[in-house]
């Protein structure tokens, strides 16, 4: 039989981005071409300083960019300076209801607030003057706005959070700070179904060039809410739209953090870490496939080279997907082909191939081109 080089494959072009202006929340940029950045939210009482920061730097190693803290109370707003000061990433205050707390945020030096025009009592009044206030502090404004808390004059307008409801109700809040000679703006404009979410920020993005905070909010426990994100986020980036991303989940913040950043790396919007590609089994399989990709990606806990190992378990794809991947093994008749960028290097026992894996993983340069 004559083996056909198949080659490796070429590199996938990552999404072409929307072109947006750019604001600097702190030293991150969002949009303008910018890398997408993730943001998550810390669950800690602001108020309780030590706890806030703790949860900042777990976000932050997790590959948090942006945190958010929520700011219902005087006190959480007092606590505000320490945390911007402490924070190794910029944050955001995220306002609600009374608009005096958007200028002790300013105040505070935060690198951005966010605001809900729906939720703050005659906030159209107060645009001016915060407005004055940002502007005087280079402080960047989003204007968050939320299904579950959209303004009484839009729900009555069109009688739910429509796609074209939470449109409008950002864009009216821009124009009101444009007024004013403030464009310094990124937006959001979320709903827990990905259905509306997408089509309100597709209708958004044709509308304006302000960078887009995508979200959908209220998703839901880690499962389906990461199931929802990942649609929604996937469907978006990929036709270049957004500029910045949270993952809302009823878990830990870091589990948000790590969604996002396997959503971006999926789509060629972030360097790649340690990927797994295994097969789900089936009838065809000769090894236990679930146990090998456990004990592989066990194995390679905390190997910070990007690489993509694939863990094949029969000879139908097992031979191609290992093939493609940095680092492989296909497996069948109680043995493994090992396969580095393609080539076969050894045939191992089962019983040696992860150990073999990890082997050949630290032994080699891995800082030329992949796959």
């Known amino acids: 039989m004559t083996l056909v080089d198949l ?24 949009g303008g071409g910018a890398p997408v950045s993730v943001q998550s939210m810390t669950t800690t009482v602001t108020a309780d300083v030590e706890a806030t920061l703790r949860q900042i730097a777990e ?24 945390i911007a000061a402490k924070s190794a990433i910029p944050v955001i205050a995220d306002i609600h209801f009374q608009p005096r707390y958007v200028f002790a945020a300013i105040d505070a030096g935060c690198a951005a607030v966010r605001v809900n025009p729906g939720n703050i009592k005659k906030f159209d009044d107060k645009v001016a003057e915060i407005a004055r206030a940002a502007a005087d502090a280079g402080t960047p404004i989003r204007i968050g706005v939320n299904a579950g808390s959209l303004d009484a004059r839009l729900l009555a307008k069109y009688g739910r959070a429509t796609p074209e409801a939470l449109v409008e109700s ?11 000679g403030f464009e310094d703006l990124k937006l959001s404009v979320k709903h827990h179904d990905p259905v509306v979410m997408m089509a309100a920020y597709r209708q958004l993005a044709e509308e304006c060039d302000y960078p887009l905070h995508l979200g959908v909010t209220e998703a839901g426990p880690a499962f389906q809410g990461t199931i929802k994100s990942a649609v929604a986020f996937g469907a978006l980036l990929a036709d270049g739209i957004g500029d910045t991303i949270r993952v809302s989940l ?30 789900p089994s089936c009838g065809r399989a000769q090894v236990d496939v679930y146990r090998l990709a456990e004990r592989v990606t066990a194995a390679f806990e905390g190997f910070e080279t990007p690489l993509r190992v694939a863990v094949m378990g029969c000879v139908v794809n097992g031979p191609g997907e290992a093939r ?21 290097v050894k045939t ?13 993983a630290m032994k080699r340069d891995w800082s030329g081109e992949r796959p």
């Open 250 to 279: 009823s878990a830990p913040p870091v589990e948000e953090v790590k969604v996002g950043a396997a959503i971006l790396e999926s789509l060629g919007l972030r360097p790649r870490k340690l990927e797994i590609v295994s097969c």
């Open 59 to 82: 976000l932050t190693a997790a590959g948090c960019e942006i945190v958010r803290v929520a700011v219902p109370s005087a006190d959480d707003a007092e606590a505000l300076a320490t």
């Open 348 to 360: 191992v026992p089962e019983s040696q191939i992860v150990e073999t894996l990890l082997d050949e």
């Open 324 to 344: 493609e991947a940095d680092l492989g093994v296909s497996s069948g008749n109680g043995k493994g082909q090992i396969f580095v960028r393609g080539e076969v």
């Open 170 to 180: 950002a864009l009216w809040e821009c124009s009101l700070f444009a007024e004013h």
């Open 7 to 30: 080659g490796m494959p070429e590199a996938r072009p990552a999404p072409t981005r929307r072109a947006s202006r750019q604001v600097m929340v702190g030293s991150v940029p969002v």
